[in-house]
């Protein structure tokens, strides 16, 4: 097989649309009759609902409906179905598409209003009367879980929703025996999502055919008409679901959300089409976020500095309910051990309602934290038996002889977790080559003489990609020769659009121009599942490759019946099949299509179902790891704690490279997206759970201005895991950075400044600290 | 996020402006838009009338004479950015507009807008404290001028009368060869300061400070200037001890908090960007000698 | 409420509509004109997305009204180049992979494509200041201020 594309740095397809201003995204599609919905929202933290009522809104101008959960009982009625059963969540803690009773945070939907317009259906919303009664809320985890905490649910014992424990190996023995053993405590906090595309519905019933289409920014659409058919009682094939063009997802738009159920409803009870269009307001409000984690872990290592086992405990922020199971403290424990070969360990994870927006993953899911975590455990080895940090983890690591390494941990179905191939000490010998640790030093007192404190940091970390169960794929060739992908899986901005067809042209021997993919419509491909843990390159990628391998089966087939010549002695290339040697005798893969699309009373080779075309489903119940890692340099202006990342080193393996400019893409993204994490993004509320950094200059975003240009080293160790050698690549940038960035200023302030144990550091903190250095 | 209705009103001369303005209950001047419409988009505020003073001619413009600058109030951002004269006679308005908003927000931005809006951290303001500034204002009763010290009221409330709007701002100028500095921290590009300062200085023949003025925002809830700090400078050669002594003097400033950072941060902050302003102005007025 | 009668040219086409006053610029080129390249990201004048030229300086379309481009020159991302015929600037973005998501994309065109007509040669920190006023949660900046130097430089080498 030819390999002109794969691996190639090839510009995409979907860009030129794109960058002319003609892509579709949620808010461009407009309908015939279409009215839009605005939501009122608890303006409290917790409460139950008094009273409501909409008379005065109703006769405002332009508005033509108000709706409570009430009024579209006839629809669909009771909470939302949970979107990832857990065994230890007895019943699904979801709220109702809009709130009746009780309320559990600042920006949850009670009641919505349709009007001609999206500014008429505001004015409406304060003619709205709404009397709530307060009740005791849950501001943070650590109160939530605390003696006598009030309940985040007023019908809830506690606020312990589950506790969930990861362990391996003896760990009681190994402390026992261990020659050092270190505790440390952590303070972890992810924001949100912000893609620059807010959430968006619009919903459209169909009333001939009983039909309903839905456009939704969604990483999950086919998740969205699963469980809102389920909600309906309608079935999936008279629910449409497509996520059109989608500004970004970052995890959050992976959750189904009570939005989409309300316009669903709202547009099946109006019987017109419904458009909602999140804005940045109630991103802050209702999308859900990644927030706190606090951990209390203590590491045992051998008198050498290597780390033999960790435990300890976590207290996580759930939010106010679970409408995604426990998918993400769930995946911060199966991201122990990390990179390291841990003789045991022990975690345990306390899942705490809070009266706040709900937490769900964003870029990297509970993974940054444990890699945080890890790594900070590394970097406390080394300074307490003074120890360089690289040597630490080099001692540490799981060896490139040791694959594949069962580490003991558990995936997030149970299966024991075994990293599949790679070389975790080469990749930090590469960045701490590359950023030139040597002269690290010459550096530092040169920055000295300015003023400035530098630091150097490293971090490193496995990433469990490719979930399982599968993300489909069809090829299929029209007559006109023209090669169609389709697949379940949806884009965000990943660029599926050209790696599909990537693997596709190379399989077909057509020219990239020749294939489109089509994706995320519920009509074009029967089945999807989320693009969520950097998976759709493994799943989707490799069902691409197995399909467009059947139909070239096929074709090759048909060609030998048409060519008169073995299967064995036919090529395909240049959208031909060939006998090879032989260039003249070819048929083209159109005429090959249009021989299997039928025509009547002639008919086509024996043994060949028509269509050129077929569906691949790679089954991927194993996971490809990838890893990598980070060095960076920081500078830090002692005066004003003024913190700047001057250089960025990212060796990542991710296996085989489907188009690099994708890949380092996807890396350099995803560590700004970190260094935010670390440095800038800050989700803060007050002890009433209302939220205080709600606007773009409260919450502060990584900016062009503050971030360094990133260089990026591949080693491409291919998975043996898929067909294609691949490995995820989407969170691999943030998955170690804010360690990266922490370890840094932590080498920037000093042997005398303390322990650096959490995340966001503001240069206030860094000022203190820098004082307490210098008492 | 969509504005709520509201009346409007574009007026294209001072004198229909103040037929408006006299007529009017509830009316918000419009200028640039940079601070204004977003508080629209949020409904914070909510006028039943908005009148947008863009189309009135003569509002915009730079006027120098031997003594004066004049802006005219609804003179873009931008504008004093690229003004070559300003840059001569007041070299420090293009360093400070460097950081103010961003190269998209100062094309619409607008001077006087800024100083009625008057957010503490903002740079402009800070400017006219610095540069003695008077405010030219009028109105149905008539016009007056508010002396910079008096334009201040608090926390994004200035002088300004309900029915006035304001015309233009009167800053002195400093002769040719006067030190200026100018340093804020922000956590990145074009946010508002945590706390900013601006210093002019000039000096005699003897290397004496003859005359010095040096503003500090984003601190309290106005700009502020340092004038004791200014006296104590003047008569003096300068020196370490008078640096650290005028830092001192920002250090103890009385400085807000907010959920970002602390007083004492702030504090901190107003002493460095202070000792850095009068730096870089005595720097540059060795440099001019 | 309060609705005019306005007359403008985007992207070189005389338009004239009736507007209510309270209707932002972005919405209006939008949802009155059809122009969905436009995008509305945060509508508080921090994200970028919107941004646009007006008389040929960059301006937050969602911080002015549309009745106050009465008059003026609009040039919205759709002025630049088509699918097929993509502009300097556009191509470089591609070429780069400047975009992932696409959604600031048009906002960042449009500043760059400001920021080129002022200064011909911009330094690699001047680019990065310029876009500090244009948010992307996707790539990092990185290749956007690299597309916006390429772009700078294949206009001096044919202009």
């Known amino acids: 097989m030819s390999t002109r594309y794969f691996g190639a740095a090839v510009p995409r397809l979907e860009d030129p649309r794109l960058l002319a201003g003609r892509g579709t995204y949620v808010d461009d599609i407009v309908l015939p009759g279409m009215l839009h919905a605005v939501f009122l929202r608890s303006s409290v933290a917790h409460g139950r609902i008094r009273h409501l009522d909409s008379t005065a809104a109703l006769s405002m101008p332009g508005v033509r409906a108000v709706y409570a959960m009430a009024d579209l009982a006839g629809f669909g009625a009771g909470p939302m179905p949970a979107m990832a059963p857990h065994p230890l969540l007895k019943t699904p803690i979801t709220c109702s598409p809009l709130a009746s009773d009780e309320v559990c945070y600042v920006g949850e939907a009670i009641a919505m209003v349709l009007a001609d317009s999206r500014a008429e259906a505001e004015d409406a919303l304060a003619a709205i009367e709404l009397d709530i009664e307060h009740l005791p809320v849950v501001a943070n985890a650590r109160q939530g879980i605390a003696d006598g905490a009030p309940r985040a649910h007023s019908g809830r014992d506690s606020n312990v929703i589950a506790t969930l424990r990861g362990s391996h190996g003896n760990v009681d023995a190994v402390f026992a025996a261990a020659a050092h053993r270190f505790s440390e405590t952590f303070e972890i906090h992810r924001g949100g999502c912000h893609a620059m595309e807010c959430r968006g519905v619009v919903a459209a019933p169909e009333p001939r055919s009983g039909e309903l289409s839905l456009w939704t920014s969604s990483q999950s659409p086919y998740m969205v008409r699963r469980h809102l058919a389920t909600y309906l009682g309608h079935d999936e094939a008279d629910i449409r679901v497509t996520a059109p063009d989608v500004g970004g997802g970052f995890g959050p738009k992976a959750n189904v959300y009570p939005e989409e159920f309300a316009v669903a409803l709202a547009a099946l009870a109006c019987g017109h089409p419904v458009k909602w269009i999140e804005d940045r307001q109630e991103h802050f409000l209702a999308t859900t976020q990644q927030r706190d984690q606090f951990w209390s872990l203590e590491v045992a290592c051998d008198a050498a500095g290597r780390m033999l086992g960790v435990r300890g405990r976590c207290i996580h922020d759930n939010g106010a309910y679970a409408p995604y199971g426990l998918i993400l403290p769930t995946t911060a424990l199966a991201s122990f051990p990390g990179p390291y070969a841990l003789a045991a360990f022990d975690l345990s994870i306390d899942v705490v309602l809070t009266n706040l927006v709900p937490t769900s993953p964003v870029r990297g899911a509970g993974r940054p934290n444990a890699a945080f975590v890890l790594e900070r455990l590394a970097d406390t080895i080394a300074r307490r038996l003074n120890l360089p940090r690289e040597e630490v983890r080099r001692r540490s690591f799981v060896r490139a002889e040791q694959m594949p390494y069962v580490t003991g941990g558990k995936m997030r179905d149970g299966s024991p977790v075994a990293y599949d191939s790679g070389d975790y000490a080469r990749a930090l010998s590469l960045v701490v080559d590359k950023i030139d640790a040597a002269s690290f030093e010459e550096r530092r007192a040169e920055a000295a003489t300015r003023g400035r404190l530098l630091g150097l940091g490293f971090a490193s970390c496995v990433e469990d990609t490719g979930l399982g169960p599968f993300e489909g794929a069809s090829v299929r060739v029209t007559p006109a020769g023209k090669v169609v992908v389709a697949t379940g899986a949806a884009s965000q901005g990943q660029g599926h659009a050209t790696t599909l067809a990537q693997i596709a042209a190379d399989a077909l021997g057509v020219d990239l121009s020749q294939v489109t993919v089509k994706a995320a419509d519920s009509r074009i491909f029967p089945l999807g599942i989320s693009t969520i843990a950097s998976r759709v390159a493994v799943t989707a990628g490799s069902s691409v490759e197995i399909a467009a391998r059947k139909v070239r089966d096929k074709a090759i087939k048909v060609a030998a019946h048409m060519l008169e010549a073995g299967e064995h002695d036919l090529e395909i290339e240049n959208g031909q099949v060939r006998v090879v040697g032989v260039p003249d005798m070819n048929v083209p893969l159109s005429t090959i299509a249009r021989v299997l699309s039928g025509s009547a009373g002639v008919p086509i080779p024996a043994g060949v179902e028509p269509d050129l075309a077929a569906t691949g489903y790679f089954d991927a119940n194993q996971l490809a790891f990838a890893y990598g890692s980070q060095a960076c340099e920081v500078e830090i202006d002692p005066e004003t704690g003024d913190t700047r990342i001057t250089r960025y080193v990212v060796a990542h393996d991710c296996g085989r490279l489907i188009n690099p400019l994708i890949v380092d893409g996807q890396i350099r993204g995803g560590v700004v997206h970190g260094i935010g994490n670390a440095l800038f993004e800050h989700m803060r509320h007050d002890e009433a759970g209302q939220p205080l950094t709600a606007t773009y200059a409260d919450y502060l975003l990584p900016g062009a201005a503050e971030m360094p240009d990133i260089e990026i080293h591949h080693i491409e160790t291919p998975s043996p895991r898929n067909p294609i050698g691949a490995k995820g690549a989407g969170e691999g940038g943030t998955i170690p950075a804010a360690a990266c960035v922490i370890s840094a200023i932590q080498d920037a302030l000093g042997p005398e400044a303390p322990f650096v144990t959490m995340h966001p550091v503001s240069p206030e903190q860094i000022v203190e600290w820098i004082d307490q250095a210098r008492k | ?289 | 409420m309060s609705a005019r009668k306005i007359s403008l040219t985007v992207n070189g086409q005389a338009v004239e509509a009736e507007v209510e006053a309270r209707v932002n610029l972005a919405d209006f080129v939008r949802q009155a004109i059809g122009l969905t390249g436009t995008h509305v990201g945060c509508e508080h004048g921090v994200c970028g997305a919107c941004t646009i030229i007006v008389d040929g300086r960059p301006a937050r379309a969602c911080l002015m009204l549309a009745v106050q481009a009465d008059g003026a020159e609009v040039e919205t991302v759709e002025s630049l180049g088509t699918p097929e015929a993509l502009s300097e600037l556009q191509q470089a973005f591609r070429d780069r992979h400047a975009l992932q998501c696409g959604f600031c994309t048009p906002g960042m065109l449009m500043t760059i494509e400001a920021l080129l007509r002022v200064e011909a040669s911009p330094t690699r920190e001047q680019v990065r200041d310029v876009l500090s006023g244009n948010l992307c949660r996707c790539t990092g900046y990185q290749a956007i201020v690299d597309a916006a130097l390429d772009a700078a430089k294949a206009r001096r080498g044919t202009r």
């Open chain 2, 1 to 289: 996020m969509k504005a709520p209705p509201f009346a409007y009103h574009d007026p294209r001369s001072r004198d229909d402006l103040i037929g408006l303005l006299a007529e009017l209950e509830n009316a918000k001047l419009l200028a640039g838009g940079q601070s204004l419409v977003p508080m629209l988009n949020f409904r914070v505020v909510a006028p039943d009338h908005l009148i947008d003073i863009n189309r009135i001619p003569d509002l915009a413009g730079i006027r120098l004479s031997a003594d004066d600058v004049v802006l005219g109030a609804m003179t873009r951002q931008c504008d004093l950015q690229a003004s070559a004269d300003l840059a001569a006679s007041a070299p420090i308005i293009r360093e400070a507009l460097a950081h103010v908003g961003h190269f998209q927000t100062r094309s619409r931005g607008t001077i006087g807008g800024s100083c009625c809006h008057l957010d503490p951290a903002a740079e402009l303001p800070a400017l006219c404290a610095l540069f003695d500034a008077e405010f030219d204002v009028a109105g149905p009763n008539g016009a007056r001028v508010v002396k910079v010290g008096d334009w201040f009221k608090g926390y994004l409330e200035s002088a300004l009368e309900e029915r006035e709007y304001l015309q233009s701002i009167r800053l002195r100028r400093w002769p040719a060869g006067h030190g200026y500095g100018f340093s804020e921290y922000a956590r990145r590009r074009g946010d508002f300061a945590i706390a900013g300062a601006g210093a002019l200085l000039e000096f005699a023949k003897d290397a004496r400070i003859r005359r010095a003025a040096i503003v500090v925002f984003g601190v309290e809830p106005a700009p502020v200037r340092l004038a004791e700090a200014e006296q104590m400078l003047v008569g003096q050669t300068f020196s370490e001890t008078l640096l650290a002594e005028a830092a001192a003097q920002a250090s103890a400033l009385d400085a807000m908090a907010d959920v970002h950072v602390s007083a004492a941060y702030r504090r901190r902050l107003a002493g460095v960007v202070t000792r850095r302003a009068l730096t870089e102005a005595v720097r540059l007025a060795r440099e001019a000698v």
